[in-house]
């Protein structure tokens, strides 16, 4: 009998490549992009549209989830698939990226990190044992190791430094997080943009063993180049036969370079919260719905595009509705925007299974090139 | 050949009455609740979703979509059905009952109404004549009549001198709309809470003739037990094989009181604003989701309720969406009183057809009796 979490890599084409993450839950096709649910929501979206526009698995945060409700009332409540009615995977970040993101507002230590709640001052402590009995509680299915990463850019010794903790607090996790069939614990590589301690710390990661393996510590202001500098080697490092994920990556043209460079999944607000600022996404280019040049538009926002925004609607009402900040806005841009995103990876998916992904990169700069691009 | 629109009265049970008004756009099935889609957007909603909790006509405001997108700008894109996507009939009201609560930005005339928008300051005219030119150029299923009315109380003196003008004004929106066949408009009785004042525009009415009936003037504040003294009277003054319309009622109770008094049509914005604060509307009452008992309650909001809201999550679910503010809180809460209203109307509808209308209104109330209604 397979075990019951398992990648199975079906096609590459370079160093791209294509497969299926079977879970108990259901399969997640790849690469694949996780919209993200940050407090039990993927704002402005019912789960069975989020569902409707091919996403296969969601994404939670654990520190606002352990603020408010809290794990243990969703633990209470059956598990956070049936407190926010999604029944597909779910992948918990380990709430270390965004505790650090709270600056002032906590202590690192080795033991972990103690923090004040942005909601409501209340004192809170996460550390690799508490991360991982949280997303046991919130019944993840993909479980992310405790980690921290510093903003770049930093000096090597810092990024090793805080690397090396990284890598004490993944065996950390990996003991805390036990024998759990069916739920998988993802490792996070980290090192900047230092090649050598990307080395260092994906071995480090590999002698523990883990699920799959995350690029963590980009995407945090290093720029794309920088990024896809690391993504020209970083992925090597890791196990081929494991899942890849990049975290809180990107826009489209992030996305298509990642997955290039052999990354499996990916995650961020990006289309969501576009969509809540008049924000849309084609393969044209991004579009911003207040621009006053829409407001007599009988267009779609996207030609052939089959999401209900632009099957339904022109441009000109929702320029009309994003202008009059009506909530039906943001509830047909934040579709549009996570269909077209699951489109893009769907056709990243088809491309590379049958070899033809140069052609289709191709085609994806070129039809932005010729689109009506606006600053966003 | 039946006319394009007419209204067939099936059954009536004392002063009730049940039938359905035929459109080209689709039937109505009444007594009908309108939900009130003010900016080309019943708020939160899709309108296929709004068509799902079993609405058959939604309601557009004139000053509304006069000011933004303006009624030119939706001509030009189609028409209001198109450019909300919405293909059921569409009542509009005529802009006077907003104007008029502009208060110090209008100035009242013979002519009609003066006014400076609230969006950018601009200033506009509101006549019979424009509302009508409106109206068609929104495309109009039901088309009303241009009115005023005083806040109540008011003097017997100034109630008649504002019946007479509405009464001039409806002979002028009668002139003016002409002959749309397929398209039907509606007069609106005034007179306050004064019998002879409400006979008197009754005649003034039926004498120049509509394809339908409103009550205006109630719900301004004169409070529930006025407004039903006058329902008490005032739809008998009116022919009985046309619709009888009140406008902005109302809260459940409001509205089987108005629906045995003879009441065929009603539209109120309170179940969809309701939706947007954390308050729901049951068969128990209303309960307030904003409240910390729900935190735990795995319960749904109404038992037996098939909408998403109560099919799909928990009270301490939407406790948790309220008290975050997200958006979908509005989206679920908002589904589920829309949903709720209209299975009042199926319940009354189906009551009148079968001469129970007394039990029916006696389960409502003892069904709101026993159960936990919260002060909101």
Chains 1, 2 share one sequence.
């Not at 007599?296 to 509705?321: F, N």
């Not at 900040?325 to 934040?334: C, F, P, Y």
């Amino acid at each position: 009998m397979p075990p019951p979490f398992r990648f199975d890599l079906q096609a590459t084409d370079g160093a791209a490549r294509t497969g299926v993450i079977h879970t108990p839950r259901g399969n997640i096709r790849t690469p694949a992009f996780m919209p993200v649910g940050t407090a039990a929501t993927v704002k402005a979206m019912l789960p069975q549209s989020v569902r409707a526009t091919g996403a296969d698995i969601l994404l939670g945060n654990t520190y606002h989830l352990m603020l408010r409700p809290t794990a243990e009332r969703i633990a209470n409540l059956g598990g956070l698939h049936r407190f926010m009615n999604w029944d597909g995977p779910i992948l918990t970040d380990s709430g270390g990226f965004q505790v650090m993101s709270l600056a002032s507002l906590r202590k690192l230590t080795e033991e972990g990190v103690r923090f004040s709640s942005h909601i409501d001052g209340s004192k809170h402590m996460l550390t690799p044992e508490r991360s991982m009995e949280i997303q046991r509680l919130l019944g993840s299915d993909i479980v992310m190791a405790f980690d921290e990463c510093p903003a770049l850019p930093a000096s090597d010794d810092v990024v090793e430094k805080s690397m090396q903790m990284s890598m004490r607090w993944a065996q950390r996790s990996r003991d805390a997080f036990g024998d759990r069939p069916g739920h998988a614990l993802f490792g996070i590589m980290q090192g900047g943009v230092n090649k050598g301690l990307r080395q260092a710390s994906a071995e480090a990661l590999t002698g523990i063993g883990f699920d799959g393996y995350a690029v963590g510590g980009l995407a945090v202001g290093e720029g794309q180049e920088a990024m896809f500098g690391v993504l020209d080697y970083a992925p090597s490092f890791l196990p081929a036969d494991k899942p890849r994920y990049l975290m809180g990556v990107g826009k489209p043209d992030d996305i298509v370079g990642a997955v290039q460079r052999g990354i499996d999944m990916m995650d961020c607000v990006l289309p969501s919260r576009s969509g809540r600022t008049g924000q849309a996404w084609t393969a044209m280019g991004a579009i911003n719905l207040k621009n006053a040049r829409h407001k007599d538009d009988p267009r779609p926002l996207e030609e052939g595009c089959t999401c209900p925004a632009c099957t339904g609607y022109s441009r000109a009402y929702l320029h009309h509705v994003v202008k009059a900040d009506e909530i039906i806005g943001s509830m047909l841009l934040t579709w549009h925007n996570l269909h077209y995103y699951q489109q893009l990876m769907a056709g990243l998916r088809a491309a590379i299974g049958v070899q033809s992904l140069d052609g289709f990169v191709a085609g994806f700069h070129a039809k932005r090139a010729a689109g009506d691009i606006e600053p966003l």
